[in-house]
């Protein structure tokens, strides 16, 4: 599927000016860059303009003028992604979402909050802790909600929570013709026609741009602890993973980290890991009594399969400090390996596969004789392999892998990318996963965006 595009031109410039405001559109090299450019290794974007409209009457007026005028449009969150998601691949207007983030209305009483796409999910949480609520999912940097919608972005609380697409109600999105829809519903319960919202959720502004979302919210927990616990083996660190998914305890996080992650977030980030294959795992409970329990039961299984030293925390600080260590695990990397660049992989498969993935990251990456970094998700079957590289020759090494990974992942009943989305670094695995149903995927993109302005370039191989 090919679509003709037109170059973004002075008077598209006026008119769009006339929709958003003269100080709303910019094509100065300095804005131009920080919108062609994202957290990933991909090649820069080409966006001829940034726009930041206020309203989601000024996105869906834009999205007209763009489609009635062959504009591609590719929809800007803050650019932590990691795949190329929100970079342009054939021009136009980047759509910058960033001055959309208001809270509209948090409805405490139903456990929900209505936003712009705009406010970063740690914004967003730091003025609900007044309500005592938050919103789960947490991939880590300060992504927008907008972002983690059209990306479907998880983290390390999905095992508990789930995904995005787990906690949203409602959404309203503006079409490529121009039109604003609502989708979903704030009722919990929805059995009424087509599911419009999950459709849209995940599909990378490939279908719509989203301007508003009603979001589930959970109470803050009144007792957290945090559990750390090192394994003489990988092996024997994912088989725990399958064995405290398999005990009927319900951990708000469980992470895997290779011994050579523990090593550097140890000796350069101030963790008392050793430099063994380790598990993190956090717990929530509103009784002591339940917290113990689960403690001891995770104790119990660690210690079955050989773990060399089990630690327990109940204090928020230092549990606060892990997870931040964590989170920043990815930043302490790249700060000591300089001159080099990262590729970061990121597949998921069932948990009783996960072993089976682990073992054959392990056997290929040894076959090749390279350096890589494990972390992830483990509670939820995602893996992130995170490949140092310095030049061309190195970059196809690893890219090589990871198609590699990806293949045996989908193989094992999983998927090319768990959370981080397709964007253009995942789309040539697209046939393999998803088959005779990325026909039908090209259906409904073509019945909603018959001039494929919106993102092209992403999810489908060949779509420009």
Request: with cysteine; glycine share 10%; aromatic share 6%.
């Amino acid at each position: 599927m090919t679509h003709h595009f037109n170059p973004f031109t002075d008077a598209d410039g006026d008119a769009l000016r006339a929709i958003v405001g003269a100080d709303n559109l910019s094509t100065r090299g300095a804005d131009l860059d920080l919108h062609n450019r994202d957290q990933s290794r991909h090649p820069m974007g080409n966006a001829q303009a940034v726009l930041w409209p206020q309203t989601a009457e000024q996105v869906a007026a834009v999205l007209r003028y763009c489609n009635d005028h062959r504009i591609p449009v590719t929809p800007w969150g803050v650019g932590t992604s990691l795949e190329a998601n929100p970079l342009a691949r054939y021009g136009g207007v980047s759509l910058s979402l960033e001055k959309m983030a208001r809270i509209l209305e948090v409805h405490a009483d139903d456990f929900q909050v209505t936003v712009e796409p705009g406010i970063g999910h740690k914004d967003l949480n730091a003025q609900l802790a007044r309500y005592g609520l938050f919103f789960p999912p947490d991939p880590g940097a300060n992504a927008t909600i907008g972002g983690m919608l059209a990306n479907n972005a998880a983290g390390i609380r999905t095992v508990k929570y789930g995904a995005s697409k787990d906690n949203v109600l409602k959404m309203r999105v503006a079409l490529a013709d121009g039109r604003l829809i609502s989708v979903g519903s704030r009722s919990i319960k929805q059995s009424s026609g087509y599911d419009l919202l999950h459709l849209l959720v995940g599909s990378e502004g490939t279908l719509g741009v989203i301007t508003q979302a009603t979001l589930k919210l959970v109470p803050v927990p009144s007792l957290m602890s945090a559990v750390i616990a090192s394994f003489p083996s990988v092996q024997a660190a994912v088989e725990a993973v399958v064995a405290v998914r398999g005990s009927g305890l319900d951990p708000a996080a469980l992470e895997f980290i290779d011994a050579k992650q523990s090593a550097l977030l140890r000796d350069h980030a101030g963790v008392d890991l050793e430099e063994k294959p380790t598990l993190l795992m956090e717990f929530h409970a509103v009784l002591p009594a339940a917290l113990d329990y689960g403690l001891e039961q995770v104790r119990q299984i660690c210690e079955e399969l050989g773990a060399s030293r089990i630690k327990t925390t109940t204090d928020n600080a230092e549990r606060t400090k892990l997870w931040a260590v964590r989170h920043h695990a990815y930043e302490t990397l790249v700060r000591l390996h300089p001159g080099y660049t990262f590729l970061i992989d990121d597949v998921a498969v069932p948990i009783s596969q996960y072993p089976a993935l682990i073992g054959y990251v392990e056997e290929i990456v040894a076959q090749h004789g390279i350096r890589a970094y494990m972390k992830g998700h483990a509670g939820d079957g995602n893996i992130h392999c995170e490949f140092p590289y310095k030049n061309a020759e190195e970059l196809a090494v690893v890219e090589k892998i990871n198609d590699l990974i990806v293949t045996k992942a989908i193989e094992l009943g999983g998927t090319a990318t768990g959370e981080h989305g397709v964007g253009t670094g995942k789309a040539h695995h697209m046939p393999h996963e998803h088959g005779e149903a990325l026909e039908v995927m090209r259906g409904i993109k073509a019945t909603l965006d018959p001039n494929g302005i919106l993102n092209p370039g992403k999810i489908f191989p060949d779509v420009g």
